[in-house]
């Protein structure tokens, strides 16, 4: 059984949106670290955007900054990423993921630092 649940994806035309979230039946999601991470064909798992577990501070691969925003919704318990301009490279399955060690104002982009995990939501970015 996953632990964390992604929702969200499908299929958009290049320069559209979509939000992905991330719940967790398990985790109070307010208290870790979380990592959005892909996956495309034939090619390694990437990091992709994290939020650290105390201040919320939040870490961007250069791919997608200034398109790519992380958030938390407490109430909701869940973690959001919200893709705009989103490009065909962008095609990919993503996860998140959080671990139990991953504390303070820091978060990783390296999927291996990472022990639990969703089973993905598909994006494709496609006209």
């Known amino acids: 059984q996953a632990q964390l649940v992604e929702s969200g994806g499908g299929l958009v035309q290049p320069g559209g949106s979509l939000r992905l979230s991330c719940a967790s039946a398990?985790?109070?999601?307010?208290?870790?670290?979380v990592g959005w991470f892909r996956q495309a064909p034939g090619k390694e798992r990437e990091g992709v955007s994290c939020?650290?577990?105390?201040?919320?501070?939040?870490y961007y691969a250069d791919s997608v900054k200034g398109r790519f925003t992380i958030s938390r919704d407490k109430r909701k318990n869940t973690v959001s990423l919200q893709m705009n301009d989103l490009k065909p490279e962008d095609t990919a399955v993503y996860f998140c993921?959080?671990?139990?060690?991953?504390?303070?104002?820091?978060?990783?982009?390296?999927?291996?630092?990472?022990?639990?995990w969703g089973q993905g939501t598909q994006v494709s970015v496609s006209s």
């Open positions: 398990r985790f109070t999601l307010d208290y870790y670290a």
């Open positions: 939020i650290s577990s105390s201040d919320g501070s939040t």
């Open positions: 993921a959080t671990d139990d060690y991953i504390v303070g104002t820091y978060c990783d982009l390296v999927p291996d630092e990472y022990d639990y």
